[in-house]
């Protein structure tokens, strides 16, 4: 199992919670994007930069994602594309996505940028991440290694 980490748009405190779960459990993290980033010295922690452009992140995640592989991140296209590989998905605030949901998710996001395209108001973005948001995320990632390294 590897960590696929989109990671342009990942909260810091995430990306700090990947780092020491990586170094503490030797599972290796690689982080995707299509600027420069700074990460710790660590044989388990990876950065790959692609060109700039629209979902070029997105697709080296998704050529490069392996089955049951996991990927962070909150693109619900993405979600849905590795999700097809077999991958499994842990949003930034410890959602997961599947099969099950996946469909719903993509959905309500066409229904929003439906919304924005036509002029509505669909909200604005997300809330802050919260205490309780990395909590979940926390929860949710120990799990997914702790059920990795049982299989191993």
Do not use: Y
Request: aromatic share 4%; with cysteine; glycine share 6%.
């Amino acid at each position: 199992m590897k960590i696929w980490v989109d990671a342009d748009a990942c909260p810091v405190v995430i990306k700090q919670i990947l780092f020491r779960a990586s170094e503490r459990t030797g599972v290796e993290v690689t982080l995707v994007a299509n600027h420069t980033m700074h990460i710790p010295r660590s044989n388990t922690i990876r950065f790959i930069q692609v060109s700039s452009g629209f979902d070029v992140a997105d697709n080296e995640i998704v050529k490069r994602v392996g089955k049951e592989d996991v990927v962070i991140t909150s693109d619900i296209p993405l979600a849905a594309d590795v999700i097809e590989k077999g991958a499994v998905v842990l949003s930034s605030r410890g959602e997961l996505l599947t099969t099950e949901n996946i469909r719903t998710r993509l959905s309500m996001r066409d229904f929003m940028e439906t919304l924005r395209s036509s002029g509505m108001d669909a909200g604005g973005g997300p809330p802050p991440l919260s205490k309780a948001d990395r909590q979940i995320f926390s929860n949710h990632l120990d799990q997914l290694l702790q059920k990795a390294l049982k299989n191993a």
